[in-house]
């Protein structure tokens, strides 16, 4: 009854899922034009807000994955299983992301919560809100909280689901996206202070906090491509892609951090940016060199 009473919205979401694979299959030739490229991110990560966010309920949050892992345990029947029909349509084609793109897919396009702080986040940078900068080894001492986070839900997740309930008030997921704030003032002033802290540091409950996002990066080791390019001299010398990424997933040396990578694309768009791009600029301005000559002549 669930399946039935839910198929605009299922119709939806296979339409949402449809266009966000061919996007990424063909990824490389839009991020090579910036602006559109950037507005069709911006207005999806506003579809993925207001309307599987706050209209339609599909934000998956980790108690969610946890009753199906320890569904075995507490013999939890396939009627809860399966009573969201939009939240098992969504894991599923998460997991099968898995394979070709990490866990950046859900990540950085498919939460709502985690839409909802990335246009905070690019919100006041345009109104030029000054941002705290996290060098490279604070964030190697921030990223595996959220993994012992993920460690201790795991263990409460074995001992009580009554308990866990409880525990899983870590993630603001519920009193921002499923009550929209309508919940006691606990619960609300947590989740305000997450979302102001997201106005400073882009994604920052994603980054650091977030015990779905450590699930969800342990699932993205089952990746088997390799789709972010990179050329030799990333790292050494140039340094845009790892200054420019806006949550620090590349390292000093040039290579991506796939576990920490939300797949926002940034760093492919430089990558084609041949203004950009210092050996872009480098081929293009030797190209004009060499045909500078050739120009004068026929003059």
Same mark, same amino acid.
């Given at each position: 009854a669930a399946w039935q009473n839910q198929k605009i919205?299922?119709?939806?979401?296979?339409?949402?899922?449809?266009?966000?694979?061919?996007?990424?299959?063909?990824?490389?030739?839009?991020?090579?034009r910036n602006i559109i490229w950037k507005s069709f991110r911006y207005v999806f990560l506003i579809w993925v807000l207001l309307w599987l966010g706050f209209y339609a309920g599909g934000q998956v949050t980790i108690i969610s994955l946890l009753t199906w892992l320890t569904a075995p345990l507490h013999k939890t029947s396939w009627d809860v299983l399966l009573s969201d029909p939009l939240l098992v349509s969504l894991m599923i084609f998460v997991i099968v992301s898995f394979v070709l793109w990490g866990r950046g897919v859900f990540c950085g396009w498919l939460c709502p919560f985690g839409a909802l702080q990335e246009l905070i986040a690019?919100?006041?940078?345009?109104?030029?809100?000054?941002?705290?900068?996290?060098?490279?080894?604070?964030?190697?001492?921030l990223w595996p909280v959220k993994y012992f986070l993920l460690a201790g839900l795991v263990g409460v997740s074995f001992y009580s689901m009554a308990s866990l309930n409880?525990?899983?008030?870590?993630?603001?997921?519920k009193t921002v996206i499923s009550m929209k704030f309508i919940r006691e003032w606990y619960f609300v002033v947590y989740a305000l202070i997450l979302l102001?802290?997201?106005?400073?540091?882009?994604?920052?409950? *994603?980054?650091?906090? @977030? !015990?779905?996002? /450590?699930?969800?990066?342990?699932?993205?080791?089952l990746r088997i491509f390799e789709t972010l390019k990179r050329?030799?001299?990333?790292?050494?010398?140039?340094?845009? *892609?790892?200054?420019? @990424? !806006?949550?620090? /997933?590349?390292?000093p040396s040039g290579e991506i951090i796939m576990?920490?990578?939300?797949?926002?694309?940034?760093?492919?768009?430089?990558?084609?940016?041949?203004?950009?791009?210092?050996?872009?600029?480098?081929?293009?301005?030797?190209?004009?060199?060499?045909?500078?000559p050739i120009l004068n002549i026929a003059e």
């Open positions: 919205n299922l119709s939806l979401l296979f339409f949402t899922l449809a266009i966000l694979s061919f996007v990424l299959w063909k990824v490389d030739y839009l991020v090579k690019k919100f006041a940078k345009l109104v030029k809100i000054r941002q705290i900068n996290i060098s490279y080894r604070g964030h190697q001492i409880l525990a899983t008030e870590i993630e603001p997921f102001l802290m997201g106005v400073f540091v882009e994604r920052f409950f *994603c980054r650091f906090l @977030c !015990p779905l996002g /450590a699930l969800m990066a342990l699932g993205g080791k050329r030799k001299e990333c790292g050494s010398p140039c340094k845009l *892609c790892s200054n420019e @990424c !806006p949550i620090n /997933a590349i390292k576990d920490e990578c939300f797949y926002c694309l940034d760093c492919q768009s430089l990558y084609f940016d041949e203004h950009k791009c210092p050996p872009l600029v480098k081929i293009r301005k030797n190209k004009i060199r060499d045909i500078s």
